[in-house]
């Protein structure tokens, strides 16, 4: 089963920022947490990574919490092409780098 | 960088024949190499691991005599479905982890652009 848990939909008007809230409770102290996303019939498009700290890229930020059970992805300015579904996830085990995906968050960014 | 390719993008076979899809990391080598499946409006559902040089490892309910893996070199794996029927009609997407040290996000995984196969 997957170890992260996501709300299936969100919205976001144009030009706001797009905050995805991830939930991974049973996440241990040396797993990272990756975000992606998928745009309809595409292969996933990997976004950003994190272990403790908070990070930032091009694409977006991640906000990991203290006790690392959460993370929220940040889009600053969605436009309409984040209109994705988008996963985060937690790898299986340690050294298997196994993916298992969740529902994830259909993101859909309003004009 | 990280870029993984597909081949084909998309296919049609009649039931019975089988179908051979490819995998390749283009600007990196991969010790491990992934394949989903995807069916509509669903999420990826993991198949197998496949490791450069030894057997796939395949997840539990997964047919390893139906969905045979080759992980022959760094740089390509393969995916033969055999004697595909209708319900392997699917969406497969692999994906490809980098080895250590040759890019600096050492351990996500780059994902292909998928193959939509269609058995007739």
């Known amino acids: 089963d997957a170890k992260t848990t996501q709300p299936p939909s969100m919205d976001c008007a144009e030009g706001r920022a797009a905050n995805l809230p991830c939930n991974h409770s049973t996440i241990s102290g040396n797993e990272y947490v990756y975000w992606y996303r998928q745009i309809h019939s595409q292969g996933p498009q990997y976004i950003i990574h994190?272990?403790?700290n908070n990070e930032t890229n091009e694409m977006a930020s991640l906000i990991i919490t203290e006790d690392r059970k959460s993370s929220t992805l940040i889009l600053p300015h969605a436009t309409l092409r984040d209109t994705a579904v988008y996963y985060c996830?937690?790898?299986?085990?340690?050294?298997?780098?196994?993916?298992?995906f969740g529902t994830g968050t259909r993101l859909k960014v309003l004009a | 960088g990280a870029v993984v390719s597909q081949h084909p993008s998309w296919v049609i076979c009649k039931s019975g024949t089988s179908v051979k899809i490819e995998c390749r990391s283009l600007d990196f080598q991969a010790t491990t190499m992934f394949w989903y499946r995807q069916f509509p409006k669903q999420s990826l559902m993991l198949m197998a691991t496949?490791?450069?040089?030894?057997?796939?490892?395949?997840e539990q309910g997964v047919e390893k005599d139906k969905f045979l893996i080759n992980h022959a070199s760094l740089t390509l794996s393969t995916l033969t479905v055999t004697s595909a029927h209708p319900e392997d009609s699917s969406f497969y997407i692999c994906?490809?982890?980098?080895?250590?040290?040759?890019?600096?996000?050492?351990?996500?995984?780059?994902f292909g652009p998928g193959t939509r196969l269609t058995v007739t």
């Open positions: 994190g272990l403790k």
């Open positions: 994906s490809a982890r980098d080895r250590a040290g040759v890019h600096p996000l050492y351990g996500e995984q780059y």
């Open positions: 996830i937690v790898p299986a085990g340690p050294g298997t780098y196994k993916y298992i």
């Open positions: 496949s490791n450069e040089g030894s057997k796939a490892t395949y």
